[in-house]
């Protein structure tokens, strides 16, 4: 479904805007982190070098929500966001050289990160989106 996204919703998604990721907890209770995000091959990425909560709920249960925040705000006043709902798959390895390419847009273009010798292999999170809401113009119209 990410092909579908609006060119507004790509910009905002490989901006310099941190998402908040939810996952389920095993008592059902939602988890909530923030996120250095991109877009690869039409998923959402997500790096993390330690194994952590979040991982560990995304391996019993794979739905995931994120949010991200525009600075763009509506006729009616109201803060623009998208919600990206889909399912998360964790991969082993890459996840220092995924957080080095978001820390060149989350950080600045000689940023170097992460900021230890020989970083562990960590995880990259695979989001494949099945549904898009919020408040924008966040999917493509059948005439563009």
């Known amino acids: ?7 507004e919703a790509r910009a905002l998604l490989d901006s310099a805007t941190v998402a ?11 988890h909530i982190s923030t996120a250095w995000i991109g877009i690869e091959d ?3 990425v997500l790096g993390t070098l330690p194994d952590q909560r979040k991982l560990v709920n995304i391996r019993r249960d794979p739905r995931v929500s ?29 996840a220092a050289e995924l957080l080095q390419r978001l820390a060149h847009v ?10 230890m010798p020989d970083p562990p292999p960590g995880f990259v999170t695979h989001v494949r989106v099945e549904r898009v809401r919020g408040i924008g113009n966040w999917l493509r119209t059948k005439s563009g």
């Open 42 to 44: 039409a998923e959402i």
């Open 66 to 94: 994120l949010s991200v925040i525009s600075a763009k705000v509506n006729d009616w006043g109201l803060q623009e966001y998208v919600v990206l709902e889909g399912t998360a798959r964790i991969t082993e390895g890459g």
């Open 1 to 7: 479904m990410i092909e579908l996204l609006s060119d």
């Open 106 to 115: 989350y950080l600045g273009p000689d940023v170097v990160f992460p900021q």
């Open 20 to 30: 908040t990721l939810v996952t389920i907890n095993s008592d059902g209770s939602p």
